[in-house]
């Protein structure tokens, strides 16, 4: 019986921790978003970062910096659902590295989490994906590494405020 208490507990950790990555990640998500449309004003316009990931997948037509119901609701849904995934992620990556890491140590794997993220879906994934770079200028280099950043560190301060303490 201690047994079968024993792993039903060690699942349980497992999916709070991970639901408290996917919030952390919807949170930072959310601070990453805000930071790259305000960037993007000044570029294509304020919606197109959000208009850039809805063009990844279905073609440069959907791209623009204008307001547009059906490219703006998809591209938010999927930079919204990957920052959950990504939040979940980390906090398996956090539990394995930094499992009894402190606040800071967490904001700094973030930081490098966000990073990767970038150097995987930017210049990676999405330059793959699509035929043209619209999506990878939507801003400046500068500005996806410091949204990225945003991302990690406030995926690893909420993650570090809302994580199992064991």
Wanted: glycine letters at 14%; aromatic letters at 8%; proline letters at 3%.
């Amino acid at each position: 019986m201690t047994a079968v208490s024993s792993s039903h507990a060690g699942d349980t950790t497992m999916s709070r921790s991970l639901l408290n990555g996917g919030v952390a990640g919807l949170i930072g998500g959310m601070a990453m978003a805000m930071t790259s449309m305000l960037v993007a004003i000044s570029e294509d316009g304020f919606w197109a970062p959000v208009r850039g990931i809805t063009s990844v997948v279905f073609g440069d037509s959907h791209y623009g910096g204008g307001f547009a119901f059906g490219p703006v609701v998809v591209g938010a849904m999927a930079h919204m659902m990957n920052s959950v995934v990504l939040g979940a992620l980390f906090a398996v990556i956090a539990g394995l590295v930094l499992a009894r890491g402190g606040t800071l140590a967490l904001a700094v794997l973030g930081m490098v989490y966000g990073l990767v993220v970038w150097l995987v879906m930017v210049p990676g994934v999405s330059s793959a994906l699509q035929s043209s770079d619209l999506f990878a200028d939507s801003i400046p280099t500068w500005a996806w590494v410091v949204s990225h950043l945003m991302f990690g560190v406030i995926t690893g301060l909420v993650y570090a405020r809302l994580r199992p303490v064991s």
